[in-house]
Structures are given as C-alpha cells and as structure tokens.
C-alpha cells in the first residue's frame, strides 16, 4: 500500500504531473530497491534505475552536473565523455558504492548486458552513517542483484525505502522520492521524471511553497535545535529522465536545473554536501552505434525550445525531495539515534498560517 503523499497534503505544486507522478512516467525507465532494516545498526539499501527497463541495454543520451562535489558518481567521467549511459543507475550509502558497482558489471556480464567489453556503471551515494552504521557493511551483491531484477513500473515505493532507507532531510526522516511533469502539447507534450535520494538540509532553511515551515517545526532538530548556525549536513542525489529529444550538452543543463529545486526546498548547498545531478533521455534510441557507416539518425530539440523542460525539472526535483519526506517514518538506528518523520499535520498547518494549504 502506497504512503500519502505530498499533494495528498494539500500543497499547491507547480506544474501537471504524469499518470503516476513519478520518474516511471517517462516510457520504460523501471525503479528497483533493496531494504535492509536489520538489528540496532543496518538502516540501509540499494536503488536501481533502468533507463530502458531490465531488459533493454540500448544506451541512452546523459550528461551529469556537480553542483557541490562533497560525494561521488562513478562513470560520471565516461558520460560526460562519451555522452552515453550504458547501463543501470546505482544509489546506495557512502561505503557501499564499491560492492554496488562491481555487482552491476557482474549482472551486465550474465545477462549479455555489456555495450563495451568493460564497464563504467554510474552509482551515486548520500551518507546514512547517523541512523546507519556504514562501517558494517550491510549491502551485499545479493541486495543488488535484488534491486537490479526486480524493478518497477507505474507507483513506486518512497521514504524508508531503498539506498534511501537510513537518511535525513532537514532533520526530518528523508530518504527516496520522486515525481514528474507533463509538458502541453503546445510545448511538445514530453515528459520530465525526478528520482531523488534526499538527505542533506538544516532545519531552519526548510521551505515548501514558499513557507518557511522549518521556522515553525523546529522540534525534534537533532544538530540545529532549529535555529541558524550556517552549518548544512548531507547529500542530495538527483537522477532527471526524459522523453525529449535533447543531447548530452543540452542534457548538462537540465541536470543543472536541479540545483534550483533544491533550492524551492531552502538548501543553500552547504560545504558538507554531495549534491551531485545526472540527466538522461530514452528518446533516440539505437543511436550509441550507428549505422553501417557510422552515421546515427536522430533528433534534437533546438535551444529555444528547452525552457519547458528546464521548469519541469526543477518542479519535479522540488516536489520529489518534498514526497521522500512525507512518506518517511520514525527511524532509530545506530546508537540509538533517532530521526522523527515530517508531521502531516503539523505542515498542514504552516501552509494555512500563509494562506497556502
């Protein structure tokens, strides 16, 4: 059974969601998650992304965008390279990249998967090291391999979910989230999907259309106690996919409009942050190769006609880190650490108090 979530609340988005307000709206990308929740200290998992689903390996058009560079992405060389993602996403904690990395060229490897004879897959991480302890290791290639075969279409899990599982987002329970837009016809009637892995913010900065709800739910603010102190925590993990006909370059700034709904949720992109974007289109497809003389067909939207996309982007990115936190739960992990989910109620009332509930 699928959680309430963030329109389910009442706030005023911006925007036309797809079928299912999700990243799965844009035509084959398929989500997967493993969820360990284990004794006092595992609060951890894994998160696939298939660009084309499981099944199709075709290559899609990406570009990757760091905005502050305090966390990793792995193969994000060879995309901004090559242009190309040639594989599954990856999201997990800080000390699990590795195996999560080396289990996906295994599962490329068996299912004949490989576009080169080697591979450079894309995992990004957030750090869960409050409520999980890194240090133990948890995710194990069974998890990934779990993830990797047992993605999803249409409604996707969100929260405690997931590499999502043990992270925070402005003190709250954060963890994974996503949404969508649809454009109009007369801007092309394509479709911007966002996946996020939220766990980054202080208290006071968190803002949700437009209402400064942290300065009012300040209980519970484990570092800040709810007040200023210029110190941002955390990581934020964006993953934009498209149906648009656009192209790596055009991909690198759409990707970079992330950052701006990061920012509609009251992130300033502390020191200590790892918010690093990725963007993708499924559109083009059977192009990484070419025909028999090298020459590929495709098609690309002129510049002008990117604006549409770059404002879905940031709403969907917006609303998705706002639908990780609604859907989260009460979490105690390592150590007895505590992180107390987002009040329903308490946020309903923040947006009446400025007429926008």
Not at 14 to 41: C, F, L, W
Request: aromatic fraction near 8%; charge should be negative; hydrophobic fraction near 40%.
């Amino acid at each position: 059974m699928l959680k309430p979530r963030a329109r389910d609340l009442g706030i005023p988005f911006e925007g036309t969601t797809g079928k299912h307000n999700a990243i799965t709206d844009v035509e084959g990308v398929t989500v997967g998650y493993s969820t360990i929740v284990e004794g006092d200290s595992a609060r951890t998992g894994v998160t696939i992304i298939h660009p084309r689903g499981g099944a199709n390996h075709d290559p899609v058009f990406a570009a990757w965008f760091p905005f502050n560079g305090n966390g990793e992405m792995t193969g994000a060389a060879w995309v901004e390279e090559g242009g190309y993602l040639e594989g599954p996403i990856g999201i997990t904690n800080t000390h699990s990249v590795g195996i999560v990395r080396d289990t996906i060229i295994e599962w490329q490897a068996k299912n004949n998967a490989l576009f080169q004879k080697w591979s450079c897959p894309v995992v990004a991480e957030t750090a869960d090291g409050w409520l999980n302890n890194m240090n133990g290791f948890f995710v194990k290639p069974h998890h990934v391999w779990e993830a990797l075969e047992k993605t999803e279409s249409g409604s996707i899990a969100e929260g405690n979910v997931g590499g999502g599982t043990g992270m925070i987002c402005y003190e709250f329970k954060g963890g994974s989230g996503t949404s969508s837009r649809k454009l109009p016809e007369k801007f092309g009637g394509w479709t911007v999907g966002a996946f996020v892995q939220s766990n980054f913010g202080a208290r006071y900065q968190f803002t949700v259309a437009g209402v400064p709800v942290g300065n009012h739910l300040k209980e519970h603010a484990m570092w800040s106690d709810g007040e200023n102190p210029y110190q941002e925590r955390g990581s934020l993990i964006v993953v934009l996919a498209t149906d648009a006909p656009v192209l790596p370059h055009q991909l690198k700034r759409i990707a970079k409009r992330a950052t701006l709904g990061m920012a509609r949720t009251g992130s300033l992109g502390g020191n200590g942050s790892g918010d690093i974007f990725l963007a993708f289109s499924t559109a083009n497809p059977h192009t990484a190769l070419g025909k028999e003389n090298g020459l590929a067909d495709l098609r690309a939207l002129d510049n002008d006609h990117l604006n549409a996309l770059f404002a879905a982007s940031v709403f969907a990115t917006e609303e998705a880190i706002i639908n990780s936190m609604v859907a989260a739960e009460d979490m105690t992990g390592h150590n007895g650490f505590l992180v107390k989910a987002l009040p329903h109620e308490g946020l309903r009332e923040a947006l009446r108090r400025y007429g926008r509930a």
